[in-house]
């Protein structure tokens, strides 16, 4: 599949066509492709090699942690870029659309000049960084640490390779037209620093940065470039920590072992949906539950719970059952808006479905177990897909939809044999955490191999290039969410050096530490902010911020986690600006109003579920209780 073909990971993208024209650019591209190729198939075989060694011969190797920084920087840094090159990164374009096509295109050369620019400035710190590390050497393997920071400077140098080659493409009167202005004000301020600087005390620095990052993402930069432009902002108008601590947090932000289950999962997402895997799961669950009246939009739903616990990534689950139902859902006569609407609200369900990676990511940002979000979450995601259910039914009632006609035994058995094998992934999954036998990353290693196993050689449904094709695009989807991971490190800490975490505790203070409040107040905070910023760079912003204040008015925290993630994903589907919602209609070919439309009674339901889940803690705390996550 190319580049140009492919929808946006998990997001919008900047919709100028990808710069790949030239020989030099392809061999950029190429060589790029080769190192992450490299990085997530080595580490691939490192991994599930520790996991081999340790469970045959009772013996782990320890510098599989060090390799493990390695790859993690090299996939998040030169991946990050090239998703960059590939327009995958997270913009948002509701406001931008609203323009008229000049100062659109003004807006677009704008942020490429920004990219650039950010570009520059990391880059020149992140050569600081490795001179300051090149003298220390890991524990284990005894290699400097400066090579886990290499990828940084590799890939700011990517990244402006690719910011001025698009920039290019708008005209050198456009890219005149706006880098002119922006140099100039930037040098005069550099000049007049002095004189402003001792303005900038108290609560300026960081309030003018939080302007800037809302301006920046709402004039069409990338959400992880936002952050990097509001973080390097902070400090220079700040002037109390050096530029080197930007580079400095990225790199450590992505230090975290348990964050390379992230693109294991992607991968075996992309595998699933390339392989055949979720076409056998739909056959299966439309045959179980197709005869239900609304029976194909109840097929969609349980299809997107049983394929959420095999991905983790919502538009891979998006693509592989809104690929599969689209046609059947016209060849039946359903309308396809509802489908589509049904699609995205069955997405935001399945948010809490391991293994989500948004679970993934709350873990390695917070104190909460994985193990315990990924049991915790899954009666959550049923009670939701339950009132989905639910109000399929009873629309479908309304409508005198007609029920399909039960399956006969024959086709039951059938579909359910060829559905045996993709169904006993997430069975590995959890008994591999359950059991101790694995950690979730090197679980997820084993989701990739067994994907594999059934994509070449049972289901022969991949030849070398769509294999070698599949492991690149993992890699870059999976660099896109790692990039903006660096880059939330960074502005988190920012937001910490100005003390809002502090000051949010003096609010929930201030309405008496209200546990009801403050979910409520949470729930609505995380749809809002998680429909701009696309879900999950919300939830790497707010929720280390939130997470111990919820401990601290007598929250479960990990039953707060689960709430924040289902909000998080009800605003990622959450239209008119929800990107998600966006990703669903164009999988299912539809129009945006009419899916809109349809959408609203569905995300009535989502809310109303989430509520249940808020204030019945039972619902997510019973299992991880039961199998001993929780005391």
């Known amino acids: 599949m190319t580049a140009e073909a492919q929808a946006p990971a998990d997001g919008a993208a900047i919709p100028i066509p990808i710069a790949v024209d030239g020989a030099p650019m392809r061999v950029v591209n190429a060589a790029a492709d080769t190192v992450l190729l490299v990085a997530l198939l080595g580490e691939l075989g490192v991994v599930s090699l520790n996991v081999i060694s340790r469970s045959v011969f009772d013996t782990g190797f320890l510098w599989t942690d060090e390799i493990a920084k390695l790859a993690l920087s090299t996939l998040a840094f030169i991946g990050g870029a090239a998703a960059y090159g590939r327009s995958h990164h997270t913009a948002v374009r509701s406001v931008l659309n609203l323009l008229p096509p000049s100062p659109r295109r003004f807006c677009e050369a704008a942020a490429e000049l920004l990219v650039l620019l950010l570009a520059v400035v990391i880059g020149a710190n992140s050569v600081l960084l490795l001179q300051t590390r090149w003298t220390e050497l890991t524990p284990i393997l005894e290699m400097p640490a400066a090579w886990i920071a290499a990828p940084l400077t590799a890939s700011m140098a990517l990244l402006a390779i690719h910011a001025a080659h698009r920039l290019l493409r708008y005209g050198i009167a456009t890219a005149m037209a706006v880098a002119v202005p922006l140099l100039l004000c930037l040098t005069a301020a550099a000049m007049t620093r002095g004189a402003w600087l001792p303005l900038m005390a108290g609560d300026a620095a960081i309030t003018i940065a939080l302007i800037l990052f809302l301006v920046a993402i709402l004039g069409g930069l990338p959400v992880g470039f936002g952050l990097l432009l509001a973080t390097t902002n902070y400090l220079w108008l ?116 391991p293994p989500s990676i948004a679970m993934l990511v709350l873990g390695s940002i917070t104190t909460i177990s994985i193990g315990a979000l990924f049991i915790g979450g899954l009666i959550p995601a049923a009670v939701i897909a339950v009132c989905l259910m639910a109000l399929i039914l009873v629309r479908a009632r309304r409508s005198t939809a007609l029920r399909g006609q039960r399956a006969p035994l024959g086709v039951l058995l059938r579909s359910g044999a060829g559905a045996i094998l993709p169904l006993a992934m997430p069975v590995l999954l959890f008994a591999g955490i359950l059991f101790g036998v694995a950690t979730p990353t090197e679980v997820s290693s084993f989701a990739v191999i067994y994907g594999l196993i059934l994509a070449c050689a049972v289901y022969r449904e991949f030849d070398l290039r769509i294999f070698v094709r599949t492991i690149i695009d993992g890699a870059v989807l999976a660099g896109m969410v790692l990039f903006i991971l660096a880059a939330a490190s960074g502005f988190s800490w920012t937001l910490t050096v100005a003390n809002l975490p502090q000051r949010l505790v003096e609010l929930l203070n201030g309405i008496d530490s209200s546990a009801t ?59 008119p600006v929800g990107v998600g919602f966006y990703v669903a209609c164009a999988i299912m070919r539809t129009d945006i109003e009419r899916a809109s439309l349809a959408m609203i009674p569905y995300l009535l339901v989502l809310i109303v579920g989430l509520l249940i889940v808020a204030f019945v803690p039972w619902f997510t705390l019973f299992l991880p209780t039961f199998c001993g996550f929780v005391g």
């Open 517 to 575: 409040l403050f979910l409520l107040g949470s729930i609505v905070l995380l749809i809002v902010v998680g429909s701009l910023l696309e879900g999950l760079p919300a939830l790497i912003i707010l929720a280390p911020l939130l997470i111990p204040i919820a401990g601290q008015i007598g929250l479960s925290e990990l039953h707060y986690g689960i709430v924040l993630l289902i909000a998080m994903g009800i605003g990622a589907f959450l239209p």
């Open 238 to 353: 700040s002037d109390t920590v050096p530029l080197i601590a930007l580079p400095q947090n990225m790199v450590d932000g992505t230090g975290n072992f348990v964050l390379l289950a992230l693109p294991f999962f992607i991968l075996a997402g992309l595998i699933m949906e390339r392989g055949g895997i979720s076409l056998r799961l739909v056959r299966f669950v439309r045959a179980l539950v197709g005869h239900l009246r609304g029976g194909l939009l109840q097929v969609m739903v349980v299809s997107m719970y049983l394929v959420s616990g095999l991905s983790g990534s919502k538009t891979a689950d998006v693509a592989a059952v809104g690929s599969v139902m689209r046609d059947m859902l016209e060849r039946e006569r359903y309308g396809i808006s509802e489908g589509a609407a049904v699609l995205a609200a069955s997405a935001a369900m399945g948010e809490t479905v």
